[in-house]
């Protein structure tokens, strides 16, 4: 398949070949497939995302002891490492930066 230029922004889970806005947070070259899969760990992020916020309102559970939580830190570290590996050099930068992925992972 055909890798296409695409814009990502994490914060919104958006994934366009158009850029408009502030939607280039990072750039990406892709295959459908493996856009299809990060919007799934977009899509699985929200999910999880939704959990987290009624946990955070029973105050007997705690932050450190909630799946959902690390549910989301997972899915989200996963995304990232697979814009990592898609982006061009300035989003690896960016990432690199961020260091949300660690050492190990680039």
């Known amino acids: 398949m055909e890798k296409k230029k695409f814009y990502v922004n994490v914060g919104a889970g958006e994934i366009s070949?158009?850029?408009?806005?502030n939607n280039e947070e990072f750039i990406i070259h892709a295959?459908?497939?493996?856009?299809?899969?990060?919007r799934?760990?977009?899509?699985?992020?929200?999910?999880?995302?939704?959990?987290?916020f009624f946990r955070a309102h029973v105050p007997i559970i705690p932050y450190h002891n909630d799946r959902s939580n690390d549910y989301y830190d997972d899915e989200m570290t996963q995304a990232?490492?697979?814009?990592?590996?898609l982006g061009?050099?300035?989003t690896k930068s960016h990432i690199e930066q961020?260091?949300?992925?660690g050492d190990e992972h680039m």
């Open 17 to 21: 070949q158009e850029k408009y806005d």
């Open 31 to 38: 295959t459908e497939d493996e856009v299809a899969i990060l």
């Open 40 to 52: 799934d760990k977009f899509n699985l992020m929200h999910e999880a995302g939704i959990k987290t």
């Open 80 to 85: 990232y490492q697979m814009i990592y590996e």
């Open 88 to 90: 061009e050099a300035e």
């Open 98 to 101: 961020m260091g949300i992925l």
